[in-house]
């Protein structure tokens, strides 16, 4: 629910994975890739984009 509210409203989400850093993003859209759910988002620092699987996330903070 807070991946989708980020995604709808274009908001920076925390996204903890597990065993290494905290990443801070702005999810784009939530897909299936090869079976697997995944975020695709962009670093808003750099505006490089990310693709972060679901099944590797600890944890995902809304700063919005």
């Known amino acids: 629910e807070t991946?989708?509210?980020?995604?709808?409203?274009?908001?920076?989400?925390?996204?903890?994975?597990?065993g290494r850093r905290e990443y801070v993003v702005i999810p784009l859209t939530l897909r299936v890739r090869d079976g697997r759910e995944v975020i695709e988002a962009r670093?808003?620092?750099?505006?490089?984009?990310?693709?972060?699987?679901?099944?590797e996330v600890e944890s995902v903070e809304s700063f919005g």
């Open 3 to 18: 991946l989708e509210r980020a995604v709808m409203y274009g908001t920076r989400v925390a996204i903890h994975r597990r």
């Open 43 to 55: 670093n808003p620092t750099t505006g490089h984009d990310l693709m972060i699987f679901l099944d």
